[in-house]
């Protein structure tokens, strides 16, 4: 595929809107929602020119193999950098408020999930810059059996990008 061809397909469109919210972004096999490529968390980029090199001449996969190119069927995969951007996994939003959560602010940024929670993006702060790369909170503070009703992801931890559609369910992450 050309470089102009590339850059009219909705796999790319997708990769400029993402990264231009300076969220880093890694592909993974079509319909997928996780990320799967070799070294995926020091690879994801905010860059379009990587973006242009992994649909033109390929993503590196390992040393054995050639780079794959990444075509317009392939899903993207958001990455938290701790010098950029996190996300705010919400699994239960309810649940999320009454244990003491602030309302989340009015026109922030927010992507439906195909599980009914929601991913908040949000650039970090020197606070949140500051804690674990993944912090899970459940119900009732019990990890055995409680509900996981929130997920912050801080650094190198994955989330399914917005406009993606997962294969084993038809489950759409839709953007709000």
């Not at 968390?41 to 794959?68: F, H, I």
């Not at 950098?81 to 939003?93: F, S």
Request: charged share 25%.
């Amino acid at each position: 595929m050309s470089s102009e061809s590339t850059i009219t397909t909705r796999c790319y469109k997708i990769a400029q809107r993402l990264t231009a919210l300076g969220i880093a972004i890694v592909p993974t096999y079509p319909g997928d929602h996780r990320a799967k490529f070799l070294d995926w968390q020091n690879q994801a980029t905010t860059r379009m020119s990587k973006v242009d090199e992994w649909m033109n001449t390929g993503y590196p996969l390992d040393t054995d193999d050639p780079p794959r190119i990444v075509t317009p069927e392939h899903n993207w995969v958001c990455v938290a950098k701790r010098d950029g951007t996190g996300c705010l996994d919400i699994d239960n939003l309810a649940k999320c408020l009454a244990m003491g959560m602030p309302a989340l602010p009015e026109g922030c940024f927010t992507v439906d999930t195909p599980g009914g929670g929601l991913h908040v993006p949000f650039v970090h702060t020197l606070e949140t810059a500051a804690l674990n790369n993944k912090h899970d909170v459940y119900d009732q503070d019990d990890k055995e059996n409680g509900e996981l009703v929130f997920e912050f992801k801080g650094h190198n931890t994955p989330w399914c990008a917005p406009w993606q559609t997962r294969a084993k369910d038809g489950g759409y992450y839709k953007p709000r």
